[in-house]
């Protein structure tokens, strides 16, 4: 066949549509490929039929074109096609059998709508995926405030429960003292009474004179003034610790205040220490080394968050009752807090992996896992970085670097 006769079978009006010609041998095996195009290309010169058209068409064929297999997934075959595609797109691929006998041509065109399409649905599937594990990331890091507020309104109500219980008992105390003290202004009353009454005679006065006397003895009011000045002194010093407590815990949640605000972290350090204080008690002394610091604008409650897991860990950590030291200081461009504690620390496996999510070395049931990993993430929203070193036998030191002018995600975290 010439090349004439095949541009006259695809160059027609009904067969606009097919691009190219297969050419195969009568095995049904594919021999080449005669594009719609090659043909276009030799037509459209001047005098081209002329001078081309009685060549035969294995002239313009292409023997290498490319071919796909039938069972092909479809990555498979789009990887294959894009891989020997040539530009521009000129060409149709053959498909074939599993025997490799011509069943049908396939167009690059198709071939990409398809891939296309697929690639939209898994895309679909992702952004659901996305969403799901958004929404779960937020319910985990829900549950793990509502953990860290139950410990913290555990330690809190202990904290509360002693005051509290002997500003009770002196109340109580109090109750009891002041019957012998009535009693005494009660026969007093009497005794004025009969003084004043002009009826009033000499045994009358005699016997209210006795009642007084016998109550005086009994309330001791020169013995009771000690009792009763010691009892007040205990009972206000108790509500000086609840008011601590409730200011702390208002500081700590920072409820009235601004989401984002220009504070002084030696505040949060204070916050978080009253907080933490039952945790702390049994386990562990903390001394203080604060520097003066500049106000700076952060989260108050996040940074709170974080320094009280620390302070937490760091307890936790305590094998029997050791140090906590909290320094912080700052430099021209940054604010810095230590949490240094004396505790067992942490072999190298375990340091590796002290951020990561759902990571704990706790017992089931006494840890998220979240913890450090949230304190992380807001560390990270700050601008800042929190680093670990550890050693085992030796100790833990977390350090925080907190930049002094605001981070861009700041609002968006708070």
């Known amino acids: 066949m010439s090349i004439a006769d095949v541009a006259d079978r695809l160059l027609t ?81 053959i498909l074939v059998d599993g025997e490799g006998r011509y069943q049908g041509l396939g167009t690059v065109l198709d071939l990409l709508k398809a891939m296309e399409k697929r690639v939209a649905q898994r895309n679909a599937v992702l952004r659901r995926a996305l969403v799901d594990l958004k929404e779960s990331q937020a319910q985990l890091v829900q549950s793990e405030k509502m953990a860290s507020l139950g410990q913290m309104v555990a330690g809190v109500a202990h904290e509360l429960n002693t005051p509290l219980g002997y500003v009770k008992n002196n109340v109580q105390l109090l109750r009891e003292l002041k019957q012998p003290l009535l009693q ?18 000499e045994a009358r006065l005699a016997a209210a004179l006795g009642e007084a006397v016998d109550a005086r003895e009994q309330a001791a009011p020169e013995l009771l003034k000690e009792d009763l000045q010691q009892l007040f002194s205990d009972t206000l010093y108790g509500l000086e610790q609840i008011g601590e407590l409730v200011v702390g815990l208002k500081n700590f949640a920072r409820l009235d205040r601004a989401m984002s605000e220009d504070i002084d972290l030696n505040d949060c350090v204070r ?68 949490v240094q504690d004396s505790g067992k620390g942490m072999p190298a496996e375990v340091l590796a992996r002290i951020f990561d999510p759902f990571f704990t070395t706790k017992p089931v049931g006494q840890g998220t896992g979240l913890g450090l990993s949230i304190s992380f993430k807001i560390i990270q929203d700050h601008g800042g970085t929190i680093r670990v070193a550890s050693e085992p036998g030796r100790g833990t030191r977390f350090l925080i670097r907190l930049p002094r002018a605001q981070a861009p995600n700041l609002q968006e975290s708070a």
């Open 184 to 201: 005494l202004a009660d026969t007093h009353g009497a005794l004025l009474d009969c003084l004043h009454a002009a009826d009033c005679d």
């Open 271 to 338: 916050s978080a220490l009253v907080i933490a204080r039952n945790n702390i008690k049994d386990k562990a002394e903390v001394t203080l080394q604060l520097g003066e610091l500049p106000r700076m604008p952060c989260a108050p409650s996040q940074i709170n968050q974080v320094l009280l897991n620390l302070l937490t860990n760091a307890a936790q950590a305590m094998e029997r009752c050791g140090q906590i030291l909290v320094k912080t200081w700052a430099d021209d461009a940054a604010v810095f807090i230590s």
């Open 13 to 93: 009006p009904e067969c606009k549509a097919f691009l190219s010609l297969a050419v195969v041998d009568a095995d049904g095996r594919p021999l080449g490929l005669i594009s719609r195009y090659a043909l276009q290309n030799i037509f459209m010169l001047r005098f081209g039929r002329d001078l081309h058209g009685q060549k035969p068409a294995h002239s313009v064929m292409n023997d290498a074109p490319l071919v796909v297999c039938l069972d092909t997934r479809l990555e498979e075959a789009a990887q294959q096609v894009t891989s020997q595609l040539t530009y521009p797109i000129t060409e149709d691929f």
